[in-house]
């Protein structure tokens, strides 16, 4: 599977992008989030990025006020996880100009594509910038 | 918020960005209110005709599903018709709603989507194609896959290549729900490996990772393409991949790994990008551990990892070491000091890997340093981490019957040791292994005897609930051993202190039992000396001055603290207490002579006590689980016959736990006096539970169940309180020659210094964990058809059988006469499916690279 969800979400613990490479209902979503962010959301800088929860590792990075979590299986490579999310935020700014929580708030959908672009179905498939954000402007000219 | 509707509600619809707004502004608290409200506008809103209007609720909707956990199932069907639109901005709301809250498995209306996929696969714009392939890789299920294989098979070969890309990630999910659809697709998946752009070469080696997470062996043909890219490629995340497939490739395959590994040392050591650096370092720590000189590079850039300020590298590098550890432990030894620093580090994380890996390196030798240090880093720590430290060590020297242990003396101690620490959570652990060290190890019970004594005398412990499981077990010990204890007096003034009255009922329990074997122990001592026997065998040199008085006071000590036990609430406690008491006024028929004629009361008095002395010393020891089964029933006593009825009139309450009682566990807290108690105990609360059932049953048969000694009464009361001292010598000598009958002494070989015996059973105590290790369910499926595929396609190959292995030989003794033609037999295999299942089966042992390094404890589980 590789990447099972991406998930960023606020200090205060709101989630602001729930993405799933699996199914899962309402409730357990619901709980999962819970769970993964009462863990992540109390380290400190100082500890490692990697938490293991259940059967499975969530790699996250903290950027400003917003919480990055990815949850992957045990044989994924963590550092490479670590880089997907700061490649994710690096596109995101480029596109958005100085990217903050208020935009992916207010532009949710496009922060969807542009994960569609880099990961489905749990790999990730594209990690060259130019070639994500041109498929994006392509996409929103034709529209 | 308003309540009424106002006009603007009415005639304008709310668009996404007011909902956002609304929620932001919303007074907190109330956002459910306002969130059910917006969920009611779209119910409305959605079921309009106009597209827009349509849109905009759905994508409201969505958005609330996604971030508000709104119910939206009840939408899907929405969602299918606006996917029909032809505008894409709507499309892509329809989709994206689909791909976020359609279940595969439930959701109804998926099938209705398929037609309109498949119109968008074929679409010439390529927007809707990669739209439509997202999502199908989100919600494809077997009926999805199987129909729209050809449209998927199609865009593979498709001139554009960010939707072949795409393409290649979504027949992934294709071939997993539908297996057979590989060997459409696969040739063309095949080619995509020669591919120059990269995000296309991304999508396929990633798709073969997964491929040979599950089954990796029918995948070993492509060995050279993916040789080519490891040796050729440039980019980190292919070669990441790349690796990874190797890692699983190279294990079946000797001369594959002897190719692989000076590429993948090279990469190692020339490239900037730690992730490289560190999967190159776990794939030959995991798959190419022959490999010394690579094992050496490997560590070393592993050692780099934990001298970095980085907490993520130096928890990488204790990882990577963990995994080293299995083979190689020299690894682990050459870092030591780097390990012990991380048990101190900040980050709880990087603690406990260093933890998992000190009790790695734990052998006979340097237990007890190891154990020092541990100890003095709890002392340090935070509850739980001491706590998890000392489970651990509890954990790793009791492994194996105390394998690890040479010196007891220094373990007993240690045990008391841990047993004071302030955060000390792991009391149940301790007692057990006090008590079960006490019956195992004959030699250590010296030692074992002088740390209960210090835990039992010090009256400040009384007070720490936490340490009330230990107490009772030092009790025990106390009481078991009291013969090569050095001051029986003290022992008994340390049982009767005040302050026991602090203590829980089942210990005090304990407590009063083991006064009961300290007053029998002196007893004797007084009947020898009484008797005139000179040679009275003492362990202790305050005994000299054992006398009549001495042995007075000590029976008026017991009678004053335990009088008022006797009328206590507590069952337990009341009981025994009452059992001490009685025999007290026998002893002092004894010890004070008769008055008047009662020459014939102390003659029964003295043949009491020394049946109860002689209950007493008999060595206890450790009684297999199974020693019960292994009493053959006498000729004549069925033991079902009523039985089995009793089982369906009560529903399975009635399970007499007779062999438990005579459980290891449970010793602890009783001994062949009071197992009797138990049982009886038992057998009346479960009586309770059913007595009116019981009562019908006896009444329709007539007859009792247990041929009690005390048959007689036919009321439905509860049997009476089986008199210990007639049943004690009966259930001591049974125990004993159960004992007899399962002990098997385990000598070492000679050592300088000899350590003790540890008696072990014959018949391997415990519950043995059977590791089912259960198939990977369709791997069978893929990796079959992938076999045919790359193997060269025989006509009369068909996909393999079943996911079970049971049923999968079942079809192929049925079907070995048939030849399959076509795709539709599913049910046949050919050889070759027959072979690589076969060694399927042979490599489950070699997944375990993947286990955590905690001593191998672990039955060895398929990731």
């Not at chain 2, 073969?208 to 062996?217: D, G, S």
């Not at chain 2, 592993?302 to 980085?310: A, I, N, S, T």
């Not at chain 2, 247990?706 to 009321?715: F, H, K, P, R």
Request: net charge negative.
């Amino acid at each position: 599977m590789g990447i099972r969800f991406v998930l960023m979400v606020n200090k205060q613990g709101q989630t602001r992008l729930a993405q799933y490479y699996e199914y899962l209902n309402v409730e357990e979503r619901r709980a999962l989030e819970g769970e993964i962010v009462r863990k992540c959301l109390t380290r400190t800088q100082q500890q490692c990025s990697f938490v293991e929860h259940r059967n499975y590792k969530v790699v996250y990075r903290r950027y400003a006020s917003l919480f990055f979590l990815v949850g992957v299986d045990n044989e994924e490579n963590e550092l490479a996880i670590l880089e997907f999310i700061h490649l994710l935020v690096e596109t995101m700014d480029r596109h958005f100009g100085n990217v903050c929580e208020l935009d992916i708030m207010f532009h949710l959908e496009k922060a969807h594509f542009m994960l569609e672009e880099m990961v489905m179905n749990g790999c990730i498939i594209e990690t060259s910038k130019t070639n994500i954000l041109s498929q994006i402007q392509l996409m929103e000219r034709a529209s | 918020m308003a309540v009424v509707p106002s006009l603007m509600d009415s005639l304008f619809q709310r668009s996404i960005d007011d909902v956002i707004k609304g929620l932001r502004l919303c007074p907190p608290g109330t956002e459910s209110i306002f969130i059910s409200k917006s969920l009611d506008e779209i119910r409305r809103e959605i079921k309009s005709t106009d597209p827009q209007t349509k849109a905009t609720a759905l994508h409201k909707l969505t958005y609330l599903h996604s971030l508000h956990s709104a119910e939206m199932s009840w939408a899907a069907f929405h969602s299918v018709e606006l996917s029909s639109s032809a505008a894409h901005s709507y499309k892509r709301v329809a989709f994206l709603s689909a791909s976020l809250s359609f279940n595969p498995s439930t959701t109804q209306v998926i099938l209705l989507l398929t037609h309109q996929l498949r119109k968008d696969l074929s679409s010439a714009n390529p927007h809707d194609v990669s739209l439509a392939l997202s999502t199908l890789s989100a919600i494809c299920n077997p009926d999805l896959a199987r129909d729209l294989t050809p449209d998927v098979f199609a865009l593979l070969a498709s001139g554009k290549p960010f939707v072949r890309k795409k393409a290649i990630a979504a027949v992934l999910r294709v071939f997993e729900q539908y297996p057979d659809a590989v060997r459409v697709c696969f040739k063309r998946v095949v080619e995509n490996l020669e591919s120059d752009d990269m995000g296309i070469l991304s999508a396929v080696v990633g798709l073969f990772c997964e491929l040979t997470e599950k089954e990796p062996r029918s995948y070993l043909p492509l060995a050279p393409e993916f040789y080519k890219i490891l040796v050729d490629c440039r980019n980190n995340w292919v070669l990441i991949k790349v690796i990874k497939i190797f890692a699983k490739l190279a294990p079946l395959e000797p001369r594959l790994g002897k190719r692989v590994v000076e590429p993948i040392c090279d990469h190692m050591a020339r490239t900037g990008a730690k992730s490289l650096a560190f999967e190159c370092v776990r794939m030959i720590v995991t798959s190419l551990s022959e490999y010394d000189s690579a094992v050496k590079l490997a560590v070393a850039k592993l050692r780099e990892f934990l001298l970095e300020d980085d907490p993520n590298l130096k928890y990488l590098g204790l990882q990577g070491l963990t995994i080293v550890s299995k083979t190689n432990m020299w690894a682990v030894l050459e870092n030591k000091e780097l390990v012990v620093k991380a048990l101190s580090d900040v980050d709880v994380n990087i603690k406990v890997e260093a933890l998992r890996l000190v009790m790695c390196m734990v052998s006979e030798d340097n237990v007890m340093e190891i154990s020092r240090i541990l100890i003095s880093q709890a002392l340090k720590s935070d509850p739980e981490f001491c706590n998890e430290i000392l489970g651990h060590v509890l954990l790793t020297c009791s492994r194996n019957f105390y394998e690890v242990v040479f010196d007891f003396d220094w373990y007993v101690s240690f045990l008391g040791e841990m047993a004071r620490i302030p955060h000390c959570r792991k009391g149940n652990e301790i007692e057990n292994q006090l008590v079960d060290i006490g019956m195992r190890v004959k030699d250590a019970r010296v030692q074992l005897v002088h740390i209960a004594r210090e835990l039992v005398i010090d009256p400040a412990l009384l007070g720490n609930s936490f340490i009330h499981g230990v107490l009772g077990a030092a009790a025990w010990v106390s009481g078991e051993y009291i013969e090569l204890s050095r001051n029986p007096f003290e022992i008994m003034e340390a049982l009767l202190q005040p302050r026991t009255s602090l203590l829980t009922p089942s210990v005090r329990a304990v407590y009063i039992q083991s006064a009961f074997k300290v007053l029998t122990f002196c007893l004797s001592l007084y009947l020898k000396l009484n008797n005139g026997n000179g040679n009275v065998v003492v362990a202790s040199s305050s005994m000299h001055r054992f006398t009549k008085e001495s042995f007075v006071n000590l029976m008026n000590l017991v009678e004053t603290n335990l009088g008022p036990l006797a009328g206590s609430n507590e069952v337990e406690v009341q009981e025994r207490a009452s059992n001490v008491l009685g025999l007290i006024k026998l002893i002092k028929l004894i010890v004070f002579g008769s008055e008047g004629d009662n020459v014939k009361g102390e003659v029964e008095a003295s043949e009491m006590v020394k049946l109860i002395f002689d209950a007493f010393s008999e060595d206890l020891g450790p009684v297999s689980v199974n020693a019960q089964e292994r009493v053959p029933i006498p000729d004549g006593l069925v033991l079902k016959e009523n039985l089995g009825d009793l089982d369906d009139i009560c529903g399975g309450d009635t399970e007499f736990s007779l062999p438990s009682s005579f459980s290891i566990v449970k010793l602890q807290k009783m001994d062949a006096a009071g197992t009797s108690d138990c049982t009886s105990k038992e057998e009346s609360e479960t009586l309770t539970e059913s007595t009116s059932l019981l009562a019908e049953h006896r009444k329709r048969h007539g007859l009792y169940y247990l041929s009690s000694e005390n048959a007689g009464t036919v009321s439905n009361d509860y049997p009476p309180a089986i008199d210990p001292k007639d049943k004690d010598a009966d259930e001591a000598e049974d125990l004993a020659r159960l004992t007899e009958e399962s002990l098997v002494i385990k000598k070492k070989p000679n050592q300088a210094r000899i350590r003790p015996v540890v008696v072990k059973l014959d018949d391997g105590e415990g519950f043995n964990v059977s590791a089912k290790k259960r198939e990977v369910e369709g791997g069978d499926l893929i990796s079959g058809a992938v076999q045919e595929v790359l193997l060269g396609n025989e006509a009369t190959a068909t996909s393999s059988s079943s996911r079970k292995r049971e049923s999968s030989k079942k079809s192929r003794e049925r079907n070995k006469q048939q030849h399959g033609h076509g795709k539709e037999r599913k049910s046949q295999s050919t050889g070759k499916d027959k072979e690589h299942d076969g060694q399927g089966q042979r490599e489950k042992p070699k997944r375990k690279s993947r286990q955590r390094g905690d001593g191998g404890a672990l039955p060895a589980q398929s990731s």
